[in-house]
């Protein structure tokens, strides 16, 4: 396990580490209306797609547990009008929508009093924290077979302990490789905008003794060329049914360079993170985010006022993906029978 929480539900209060003031600070925030996790969400304090779907859970239990409406169907509304809260902060990790519609399923399924009902939406929060790890531990102990002893792993983002309850999908693989006792060493991308790989990808290995080289997004291709790459293995923000994967910005052109050299190209996420509604990636909405988080760095302005494009995440066509790592198999390119046999 990581030597940190990234999320925690404690004495009625959701408890997050600030992912906005990593590696500087080292800070923990406490929440107690759905509000502020909404705003949480929204500002990146807590981002990841399994995170973010922990942080939905927890933040719909919060809305739930505050209410003072005691009319079972009023409050049913309530929670409802809540989840709808949630679920508009960011539109491409589908966790989001999978935690909330798995909270209205608890809620919906409830007999008992407003009182049991709120009881049994914190607890059903909690579970899904709990699950997370887990998951994120299955998924670690079967990518781990597919990489090799001695070798040198890419990856982009932060598909981590950060990003999930703990240990982590991308670096779950990377853990779940080590823990079967092979050295591995981790390049990670530093990850523009929003420097994920520089500030928390680089931060979590360091922390926990896994040895990490950083690199700027431009570098990719270089390293590659020169042998110093054994496979790329990146998380996902929602894959759809044919196995398209969306991820970080960034994600796809490490795919196409990955191809180009004959490296192979992993992709590690749990099943909740596959949209079977989905059909291929063009139909995943992707976020356009602030154009400060290009014009800016740390605060400081580095561009002229332009023009600017700021999308969060890109498409990686199935195709360029050898093999997408999932908590109960390894499902192998073409995907489309492998993916759908998961959902059984
Ligand atoms: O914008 P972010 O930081 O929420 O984007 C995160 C990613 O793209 C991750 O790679 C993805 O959510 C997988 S996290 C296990």
Same mark, same amino acid.
Request: charged letters at 20%; glycine letters at 8%; a negative charge.
């Given at each position: $396990?990581?030597?940190?929480?990234?999320?925690?539900?404690?004495?009625?209060?959701?408890?997050?580490?600030?992912? @906005?003031?990593?590696?500087?600070?080292?800070?923990?925030?406490?929440?107690?209306?759905?509000?502020?996790?909404?705003?949480?969400?929204?500002? $990146?304090?807590?981002?990841?797609?399994?995170?973010?779907?922990?942080?939905?859970? $927890?933040?719909?239990?919060?809305?739930?547990?505050?209410?003072?409406?005691?009319?079972?169907?009023?409050?049913?509304?309530?929670?409802?009008?809540?989840?709808? =809260?949630?679920?508009?902060?960011?539109?491409?990790? !589908?966790?989001?929508?999978?935690?909330?519609?798995?909270?209205?399923? =608890?809620?919906?399924?409830?007999?008992?009093?407003?009182?049991?009902?709120?009881?049994?939406?914190?607890?059903?929060?909690?579970?899904?924290?709990?699950?997370?790890?887990?998951?994120?531990? &299955?998924?670690?102990?079967?990518?781990?077979?597919?990489?090799?002893?001695?070798? +040198?792993?890419l990856?982009?983002?932060?598909?981590?302990?950060?990003?999930?309850?703990?240990?982590? +999908?991308?670096? %779950?693989?990377?853990?779940?490789?080590?823990?079967?006792?092979?050295?591995?060493?981790?390049?990670?991308?530093?990850?523009?905008?929003?420097?994920? %790989?520089?500030?928390?990808?680089?931060?979590?290995?360091?922390?926990? %003794?896994?040895?990490?080289?950083?690199? @700027?997004?431009? $570098? !990719?291709?270089?390293?590659m060329?020169?042998?110093?790459v054994d496979a790329v !293995?990146?998380?996902?923000?929602?894959?759809?049914?044919?196995?398209?994967?969306?991820?970080?910005?960034?994600?796809?052109?490490?795919?196409?360079l990955a191809k180009s050299h004959g490296i192979p190209f992993? !992709?590690?996420?749990?099943? &909740? +993170?596959?949209?079977?509604?989905?059909?291929?990636?063009?139909?995943?909405?992707?976020?356009?985010?602030?154009?400060?988080?290009?014009?800016?760095?740390?605060?400081?302005?580095?561009?002229?006022?332009?023009? =600017?494009?700021?999308?969060?995440?890109?498409?990686?066509?199935?195709?360029? =993906?050898?093999?997408?790592? @999932?908590?109960?198999?390894?499902?192998?390119?073409?995907?489309?029978?492998?993916?759908?046999?998961?959902?059984?």
């Amino acid at each position: $396990m990581s030597s940190f929480k990234t999320i925690e539900w404690k004495n009625n209060k959701v408890i997050m580490i600030d992912q @906005t003031r990593l590696p500087k600070d080292e800070i923990y925030l406490e929440f107690e209306t759905y509000e502020e996790v909404a705003d949480a969400i929204k500002r $990146m304090v807590i981002r990841g797609a399994p995170a973010i779907g922990v942080a939905a859970a $927890m933040g719909i239990a919060l809305g739930a547990l505050n209410t003072t409406i005691e009319d079972r169907d009023q409050f049913i509304k309530e929670v409802n009008k809540v989840t709808d =809260v949630i679920m508009a902060t960011r539109p491409t990790a !589908v966790n989001l929508f999978w935690a909330g519609k798995r909270m209205l399923g =608890v809620l919906n399924s409830q007999n008992g009093s407003v009182g049991d009902m709120k009881a049994r939406l914190v607890e059903e929060a909690n579970i899904i924290l709990h699950e997370d790890i887990e998951t994120c531990r &299955s998924i670690g102990r079967v990518g781990a077979e597919l990489i090799p002893d001695n070798s +040198t792993i890419l990856t982009h983002c932060n598909a981590g302990a950060l990003a999930t309850a703990g240990y982590g +999908t991308a670096l %779950g693989v990377i853990r779940g490789a080590r823990e079967a006792g092979k050295n591995i060493k981790v390049i990670a991308t530093e990850t523009r905008p929003f420097l994920q %790989g520089a500030r928390l990808t680089a931060w979590e290995l360091d922390k926990d %003794g896994i040895s990490v080289s950083l690199i @700027t997004d431009n $570098m !990719v291709g270089h390293i590659m060329s020169k042998g110093m790459v054994d496979a790329v !293995v990146v998380g996902a923000d929602r894959i759809a049914e044919n196995g398209d994967v969306a991820n970080k910005i960034g994600t796809y052109s490490i795919s196409v360079l990955a191809k180009s050299h004959g490296i192979p190209f992993y !992709v590690a996420a749990p099943i &909740s +993170t596959i949209d079977y509604n989905c059909p291929n990636g063009g139909n995943i909405p992707i976020e356009e985010r602030d154009i400060n988080e290009v014009t800016h760095v740390l605060g400081s302005r580095i561009a002229p006022d332009v023009n =600017v494009y700021n999308p969060a995440f890109d498409i990686t066509p199935n195709e360029n =993906v050898s093999s997408i790592i @999932t908590e109960k198999a390894v499902v192998k390119n073409p995907f489309l029978k492998g993916l759908s046999d998961l959902n059984k």
